[in-house]
């Protein structure tokens, strides 16, 4: 019997390492940095997976990661919001992408963004896991993972009758992975559940499923 999910992520999983600096580097120079740093910020697909689970949703994450640490904690992170990884794919393919946020006095940052693991995530593999949990009710999906691996995950999971709403209409939810959803998704539930009505939209009556982007 397939399983049954209130939402299905199929998005990136990547770390995010910060450290702080007085101004950014030149070709060739050796920067000193301070308070070097990795955050709870695991890339859209891991940080919307984590806000779903610890706002009490039954979620369920779809992705690929290589078989290293950072694959390690996305595993953690998203299994202590009481998600289902069980479609973390595992690679020795490829390793978890990683990207350094340099941060300056100012605020401002430069992102040096390493390769997605999600680049050897299959079409066949999605499939695999949306016909697991094909009774569920939603899927959410965006780009950093191929556009045609999104876009055939989105088309399979409506041929799976996803969407499914609870209230009877035919609506269509868009999720967006804005700097405000991720911080939020460090936070204690109360003050995400706070910040949601703001990203989340409804569209009525339109047959498509979900889409994010940045």
Avoid at 139 to 145: A, L, Q, S
Wanted: with cysteine.
């Amino acid at each position: 019997m397939a399983k049954k999910m209130d939402v299905i992520v199929l998005n990136s999983h990547g770390v995010g390492q910060y450290a702080y600096c007085d101004h950014m580097p030149v070709w060739g120079e050796t920067l000193p940095v301070k308070n070097w740093h990795v955050a709870e910020d695991g890339g859209k697909g891991s940080n919307v997976t984590v806000a779903l689970g610890r706002l009490g949703l039954k979620v369920a994450y779809i992705g690929k990661v290589g078989n290293d640490p950072w694959g390690d904690l996305g595993d953690k992170w998203m299994t202590d919001a009481g998600a289902d990884t069980t479609y973390l794919y595992r690679t020795d393919e490829v390793s978890t992408g990683t990207g350094l946020i340099l941060i300056g006095p100012d605020g401002r940052n430069t992102v040096i963004d390493g390769d997605s693991s999600s680049v050897k995530l299959t079409v066949e593999e999605v499939e695999a896991a949306l016909d697991d949990m094909a009774d569920s009710d939603y899927f959410v999906t965006g780009f950093e993972v191929p556009q045609r691996v999104s876009q055939a995950g989105a088309r399979y999971a409506k041929k799976l009758g996803m969407p499914r709403n609870p209230w009877g209409a035919s609506t269509t939810w868009i999720i967006s992975s804005s700097t405000r959803w991720r911080a939020a998704t460090s936070r204690a539930s109360r003050r995400m559940t706070r910040s949601m009505p703001n990203r989340w939209h409804a569209r009525s009556r339109r047959p498509t499923v979900w889409a994010t982007s940045s």
